[in-house]
């Protein structure tokens, strides 16, 4: 589920720049509280055990302060009451930015980035996986083969916009 369409120079744009680089994590919350009233009506969505924001690298986060994706996993949380759990799931790599990289470099870029920390947190458990923003899917594909090798039940995929 992505609940909005991401334009270059459009108003989605400017909000997900001032969610990332504008030091404005509420505006992730906000966001976040608005995607879990979506999610509420989808049957597909029903019964998640636990939230994990797509990681940034300790590096990036530590210069942006916070990561957006878990910003936006914490407001679906405290609509849905689903804990967020952050730290099984690691980015083991500090990547370029995607920004300008085509589909395959992004693909490229993302492989074996990820890392599972906890297999037992998340065995068996229906897993919501949250993004800011889905470009080419690599990023979350990344995620999503990791998190399926550690035996999950189900892997939902919420993200607050997806760009063309």
Do not use: W
């Amino acid at each position: 589920m992505a609940m909005l369409h991401f334009k270059k120079g459009g108003r989605v744009q400017n909000i997900i720049h001032h969610l990332k680089y504008g030091n404005n994590s509420g505006i992730g919350i906000k966001l976040g509280m608005m995607m879990a009233e979506r999610l509420q009506t989808a049957a597909a969505f029903e019964h998640i055990d636990l939230i994990i924001p797509v990681p940034l690298h300790k590096k990036r986060e530590r210069i942006r302060g916070y990561n957006q994706s878990k910003s936006i996993a914490e407001g679906i949380a405290a609509v849905l009451g689903v804990p967020v759990i952050h730290t099984a799931l690691i980015r083991k790599m500090d990547t370029e930015s995607q920004t300008n990289k085509n589909r395959f470099g992004r693909y490229e870029n993302m492989k074996d980035v990820f890392k599972i920390m906890d297999e037992c947190a998340l065995r068996g458990k229906h897993v919501l996986l949250v993004d800011d923003v889905i470009t080419t899917g690599a990023t979350i594909e990344s995620c999503a083969n990791e998190l399926n090798k550690c035996g999950i039940k189900k892997l939902s995929i919420a993200a607050a916009a997806l760009a063309d």
